[in-house]
């Protein structure tokens, strides 16, 4: 039993570098590229599907390691470390680009984020003060400060941790007992 999770550990942890890797070129590439993209809603869409794939994938292949098995937990533990793996190394590369690298970027990526709230909040019939109060806050706030940015990664885990949740019921098979 305990190889098992150890080999399922070690895929988790294999998938958690690639989607890390695949999140961190994403990042990168819309630096380098565009800043716009990282305020565009279906750049998000296409990497919180991407994160979810991920997670699926490392199950899949762990159940299939386990010879069609896995238990709730186990499938729950690939989804989970692959997801933390794979958030974390993005967290960290941004982390680099936009405190280390170029500061300058995260006063953009600001001002660009403050233009989408308020677009947004004005095409849902928001009340004036209501968006002044949000852009009031996002002025104030350094969305790249190393607070901001491990509750941003631990918020990001409880929803990827709810999803995995999901995962592992659907995914889950324990072998018949007789």
């Known amino acids: 039993m305990k190889e098992k999770i150890?080999?399922?550990?070690s895929i988790a942890t294999n998938y958690g570098v690639?989607?890390?890797g695949l999140l961190a070129i994403l990042t990168v590439l819309v630096y380098a590229v565009n800043l716009d993209l990282m305020t565009n809603m279906w750049y998000g869409i296409f990497v919180l599907l991407a994160i979810v794939v991920f997670g699926i994938i490392s199950v899949k292949k762990s159940k299939e390691l386990s010879e069609g098995f896995i238990t709730f937990k186990q499938s729950f533990t690939a989804y989970f470390i692959t997801v933390l793996i794979g958030l974390v190394i993005s967290t960290v590369v941004s982390y680099i680009i936009f405190n280390i690298i170029d500061?300058?970027?995260a006063n953009i990526l600001k001002e660009k984020t403050i233009e989408t709230t308020i677009s947004f909040m004005e095409g849902f019939g928001a009340p004036?003060?209501?968006i002044a109060e949000t852009v009031d806050k996002l002025e104030k706030d350094n969305q790249f400060s190393i607070g901001n940015i491990l509750t941003s990664l631990a918020v990001q885990m409880v929803?990827?941790?709810?999803v995995g949740l999901i995962v592992a019921a659907i995914m889950k098979?324990?072998?018949e007992t007789e």
Do not use: C, H, Q, R
Request: no cysteine; hydrophobic share 45%; glycine share 4%.
């Open 103 to 105: 500061p300058e970027a």
């Open 128 to 130: 004036a003060e209501a």
């Open 18 to 20: 690639y989607l890390g």
């Open 159 to 162: 929803m990827f941790s709810i």
């Open 173 to 175: 098979k324990n072998p």
């Open 6 to 9: 150890v080999t399922i550990k």
